[in-house]
């Protein structure tokens, strides 16, 4: 019985993916385009970034985790303006995640980098993504929808059902690597 729900869930979060693949996909280039562009600027020789050794406790769990959601649910938000307050967020964003991460690796090296910021990015990475896809959901489903239709009531809850589970997807994430970037990572 227990085996038969779980896999009852994960239909559902595969159905869920399948349906929003278009939002997945874009909020992911939009935010790795941002990301790279910020990696790709920043200086090779920071003087800025020091490495100081920070003592893994809950409050550490919890100002990353919170500094995180806060990223996660401004993208989110853009929901709200049909997806387009999501645009700017993720650029300004993802430039800034881009260049503070693109000014750790020479002062933190190849080693510091595999240990230090490897075990969590990815998670972190792609939750933030997932993040910018949800924000994308309703701008997305105008778009299919041939632009210039307007949505019914119906069509335009299950977007926005489709976009809050995915910002839950995204929390899960951002939870997880908050806890490796907090007992792992540091």
């Known amino acids: 019985m227990e085996a038969r729900q779980a896999e009852t869930v994960m239909e559902k979060k595969a159905a869920l993916f399948r349906r929003q693949w278009l939002s997945l996909l874009c909020g992911a280039l939009l935010w790795f385009t941002a990301f790279s562009l910020g990696w790709f600027n920043a200086p090779e020789h920071s003087t ?4 100081v050794r ?3 406790d809950w409050d550490l769990f919890l100002e990353i985790l919170m500094r995180n959601v806060g ?6 938000l853009g929901v709200i303006t049909a997806g387009v307050a999501t645009i700017p967020v ?4 993802g ?6 991460w693109g000014q750790a690796v020479p002062v933190l090296g ?3 980098v595999s240990r230090h910021l490897l075990p969590h990015m990815p998670l972190e990475l792609v939750s933030i993504a997932i993040a910018v896809g949800a924000g994308l959901v309703p701008l997305v489903a105008w778009a ?4 210039g239709r307007r949505l019914s009531g119906a069509e335009w809850w299950s977007q926005v059902v489709d976009a809050c589970r995915l910002w839950a997807v995204s929390l899960s994430g951002l939870v997880i690597a908050a806890g490796v970037e907090t007992w792992v990572s540091t």
């Open 48 to 51: 800025e970034i020091t490495r």
């Open 54 to 56: 920070q003592e893994p």
């Open 71 to 76: 990223v996660s649910a401004a993208l989110f």
């Open 90 to 93: 993720a650029m300004v964003t």
């Open 95 to 100: 430039a800034l995640a881009g260049y503070s």
């Open 110 to 112: 190849v080693t510091g």
């Open 144 to 147: 299919r929808s041939g632009l």
